[in-house]
């Protein structure tokens, strides 16, 4: 099946996992991979938007090192600022997914409820590898590569940019949430791949600076 919003396309369909994916394309002609996890349908892939909705440009964005090969493989990287801009990064129908929204998706997936609301690194038996587009096995620990991307959310090391330094590309990805915390932070989520990192097979919630620039993943509400 199909829609049409304002100059964009979707169709979804159900696949052997019984996730419903499917594709969606913006007004700038990027063409998403998208899921459909709890109460949501997600970007599967991250927002490599440069305008906002009534087309002035973003004041960040900023694709990984600067490579324009890392575009469709990570994304681009946005401040706060823009995330909570007024204008919307998002496309129309779309919105930055909330704190809530990470806690409705971690809840589909079974993160424990009692987890949902904590900071710092949550979930059991690596539940976040279901997340993650890639996991590779490690010195110290072997992952159930059938659980990888299980969930089609296509998460990948993407890294992060402070300044004028991207880093931490391969070793973690961060994204922003639609939620202030207060005046100079904001909710964020991050997972970790690096083959040091304990951390592998959660994630976590926490509070981080407003001028740091990561990922950004957009929801909408699924039409009954």
């Given at each position: 099946?199909?829609?049409?919003?304002?100059?964009?396309?979707?169709?979804?369909?159900?696949?052997?996992?019984?996730?419903?994916?499917?594709?969606?394309?913006?007004?700038?002609?990027?063409?998403?991979?998208?899921?459909?996890?709890?109460?949501?349908?997600?970007f599967a892939e991250?927002?490599?938007?440069?305008?906002?909705?009534?087309?002035?440009?973003?004041?960040?964005?900023?694709?990984?090192?600067?490579?324009?090969?890392?575009?469709?493989?990570?994304?681009?990287?946005?401040?706060?600022?823009?995330?909570?801009?007024?204008?919307?990064?998002?496309?129309?129908?779309?919105?930055?997914?909330?704190?809530?929204?990470?806690?409705?998706?971690?809840?589909?997936?079974?993160?424990?409820?009692?987890?949902?609301?904590?900071?710092?690194?949550?979930?059991?038996?690596?539940?976040?590898?279901?997340?993650?587009?890639?996991?590779?096995?490690?010195?110290?620990?072997?992952?159930?590569?059938?659980?990888?991307?299980?969930?089609?959310?296509?998460?990948?090391?993407?890294?992060?940019?402070?300044?004028?330094?991207?880093?931490?590309?391969?070793?973690?990805?961060?994204?922003?949430?639609?939620?202030?915390?207060?005046?100079?932070?904001?909710?964020?989520?991050?997972l970790a791949y690096?083959?040091?990192?304990?951390?592998?097979?959660?994630?976590?919630?926490?509070?981080?600076?407003?001028?740091?620039?990561?990922?950004?993943r957009c929801v909408?509400?699924?039409?009954?």
């Amino acid at each position: 099946m199909s829609s049409t919003y304002a100059n964009t396309v979707s169709t979804h369909k159900v696949i052997a996992t019984g996730n419903i994916v499917g594709a969606f394309t913006d007004p700038e002609g990027n063409r998403y991979k998208t899921v459909k996890l709890g109460k949501l349908e997600w970007f599967a892939e991250n927002l490599r938007a440069t305008q906002f909705q009534d087309g002035s440009p973003v004041g960040s964005g900023f694709i990984p090192k600067d490579d324009e090969e890392n575009l469709l493989k990570y994304g681009r990287l946005y401040h706060w600022q823009d995330v909570n801009d007024k204008r919307k990064l998002c496309p129309a129908g779309w919105r930055i997914a909330t704190d809530e929204d990470w806690q409705d998706m971690e809840r589909a997936i079974g993160i424990a409820e009692s987890e949902l609301s904590k900071e710092g690194w949550r979930g059991e038996n690596d539940i976040a590898i279901t997340l993650k587009a890639e996991q590779p096995d490690t010195l110290f620990k072997k992952f159930d590569q059938t659980r990888v991307n299980q969930n089609h959310f296509g998460a990948t090391a993407a890294g992060v940019k402070i300044g004028n330094w991207y880093i931490m590309q391969g070793m973690y990805t961060e994204f922003w949430t639609g939620t202030n915390a207060t005046d100079k932070e904001a909710y964020a989520r991050t997972l970790a791949y690096s083959w040091w990192n304990y951390h592998k097979g959660e994630i976590r919630r926490a509070k981080l600076n407003k001028d740091y620039m990561f990922s950004v993943r957009c929801v909408r509400d699924i039409k009954k």
